[in-house]
């Protein structure tokens, strides 16, 4: 029989994700898989804990990776937070603000959005004069917009829904390990990100972080969380304490993977891999307006990891990705919703941030112009 | 910085699960990483619906692995196929049954349950008995209960499930693989598995498949399902069709991993592959009874990948399992719930389902007792 994964080409992945593996992630993958209760196993999950505190910058107890994909960490932030007629309010500038809608209203809440155009940043203004009129329970916003390039302050919207009293849950998948997130400095309540972004890990793994008060509204909830495989309140006992009680069997090999991230992390410096980002970032952009290339997103708005360039005019979009994937082993992203068509987005996440890289890309799209 | 994943032995995995990983599967994990839309990725995922049909012995076309473990493949089939009160019956002679009346509970069914002591199978009988004085929406019930090592008479609980009209949804997480699984000719309506037992993959991927009776019941639902993440409708057009709407994205790597495993099933056999299993587990209990030991399950309800053996009396259960990892790297399990400290599982689970394992495990547990 043929095997499809003899001869896979090693690509060049600086699309919105999933980004370059490095050999040393793709070394640990393969690492003997332990049982879940084996105690040398336990050891890494509270390493991990321990890691990932330090990449979020928080002390928060209740620090683990989900067992899924960014979306999984998405619903598990709203699915243990959430009870029936809760008010949330969502910031949207993009689909990923859209999708926390979606997952938001699918539990019952009542979900009230407030939206900017897309390729803008939240307006912190507006969030407070909306937060002035209503009480909610929790507010949601996505920090670094994958889907058009946008990083949204969070640090300036935080103050006005600590004063409304709500939660304030932010989706960090793009921002984590590529730009500075400070969740207790900001005054983050609930955080999830992803491996497949900045971490450059495999997809599979969802880091997600709760601030005690977070904690609280979890083991205050009067009823439970709709959502078994995803309830905290139950993973938290396998993740700490002395007992251990086993609640579903961890993606051991997985783990293995986000270890490794983020101990080459650590080992790199979390500030020296965020210059390294916006290093490549401003050298890709200059690179991109060399070639008479327009970004899509305003200079003070940008995301180092995620660059949205327009499309320019008589350029077939399709036919640059094929060509790029086909000839050149690079892959890149294709624009969502109003964008589709419009621009490509550029990742510079993780072991993809580097100038060689830059370098190869800019060349292949050179010659598609 | 100490790295915790160097130096990690290879182990033993013969336990109830993740089972030894074969060196073939290790390599698949570390291919590279291709990003979820490429298309040989999209070519690898529909040859990986092609071989779950083919071990599941089905034709549903919404067969799928799903991007979290096996509880996330519970936790999909209940999700997708409930809505609130529904009428739901579970048969529960185990630990897995007794999860999936807490899953279907936090959706607002109105969950039934018909118990059977642990160790001994669902009596069909009961069933039709039971069967015949509700209408039930969904059925469900465990094939391999891997908290006691029994195996439920699937085939003969169907006729009545389907004469009440219900859906029948079967846990099938650890026979997938070392069992025969007839989805169509039993009548399954939703079946889910896991990638840590019988395939012998890690941990990480939870194959599902629906009926088109299963199929109707989603697509006629009255509510959205409440899980965005796990929602079937959302998924099936990443999985198949024409357009490939992005869901979330794919764990690329453990899907490598998914492959191979299912590769090498079909390569060596399923016919083979049972039979194997079978063997195996006759040898293993052939030689626990030469020890003086005795099974806990009566010979016919036996599963071949599970076994669970009584504890003689005066053996302390941790510390023999303690001795078996740390000085002879092989780990099996302890009881659950009402067997704790009273049995041990032995998992003879796809690639640790060899005779020179059990050979070895049973060197080990003699010099114990």
Redesign the interface.
Known sequence: ?L???NN????L?M?P??S??SPTI???????????L?P?FI??MD?IKLQLQTILNTKNVLTVPM??????G??TCF?NLIEPNDNVLILINGVFGG?MQ??A????ANVDSLEFPWGTPVIPEKVKLQLAEKKYQLVAVVHAETSTGVANPIDMIAPFVKENGALFLVDAVTSVGGMPVEMDKWGIDAIYS?T?KCLSC???LSPVSFSPKAVEKLTNRKS??????LDLSLIANYWSGSTRVY????????L??L??AL?DI??EGILTIHVRHKKNHDYLVQGLEYLGLEMLVDKPYRLPMLNAVKIPEGINDGDVRATL?NDYNI?IGGGLGIFAGRVWRIGLMGHSAYEQNVDKLLGAIKNQL
């Open positions: 029989m095997n499809l994964l896979l080409d090693e690509m992945l699309g994700g999933p370059t593996v793709y070394e640990a993958l393969h690492r003997p898989t332990l049982g879940h084996d040398r050891q890494i390493t067992s899924g994909t960014g979306s999984a998405m619903e699915v999708r979606d997952v209203s699918r539990l019952g992803g497949q495999p997809p599979g439970k969380v709709p959502n078994w495989y609640h579903h069997t961890a993606p051991i090999n997985m293995y993977g270890y490794q101990f650590l080992e994937l892959e």
